[in-house]
């Protein structure tokens, strides 16, 4: 098996190659396509055939928004156990106020920077972008889809 390459942040989002290049492309052809054969001979079926390419269209980004939300969801809840244990007791009742976008940067983070950005996270209600950009110790997390 092949290594993987540290993350940082400039190369940790991730492309699913058969979503992105296969399922995606050929759901968005198959549009144009219908789209095209209707223009040129119209019919009921044909119209219903562009119909239902849609709704495949519309279905397949919404299965992955769907399995996000999940993956968003379980990060969510990692990252608050997890700072749960490392942050000290004046930051570990402020937890609830740092927003999903916050807690999900987080998770880049090493366990001895969490303190450190979840405070300056909480002063300054840094970004998302914010938060991954500060981070020095990446904490790769290659799971991700």
Same mark, same amino acid.
């Given at each position: ?20 290049? /296969? ?84 998770? /880049? ?37």
């Amino acid at each position: 098996m092949a290594e993987k390459v540290p993350q940082t942040f400039a190369n940790h989002t991730r492309l699913d190659p058969p979503f992105h290049f /296969f399922i995606v492309p050929v759901a968005a052809i198959n549009v144009v396509v219908v789209a095209w054969k209707l223009i040129q001979n119209f019919s009921y079926g044909q119209a219903w055939l562009l119909v239902l390419s849609i709704a495949g269209v519309v279905a397949v980004l919404k299965f992955r928004l769907y399995a996000l939300k999940v993956q968003d969801r379980v990060i969510r809840l990692e990252e608050r156990l997890r700072l749960g244990q490392l942050l000290p007791d004046k930051l570990r009742g402020r937890i609830p106020e740092l927003d999903g976008a916050q807690l999900i940067a987080l998770r /880049f983070a090493c366990d001895e920077e969490v303190p450190r950005l979840c405070e300056k996270a909480l002063a300054g209600k840094m970004s998302r972008k914010d938060i991954k950009k500060a981070i020095v110790t990446w904490r790769p997390d290659y799971n991700r889809v």
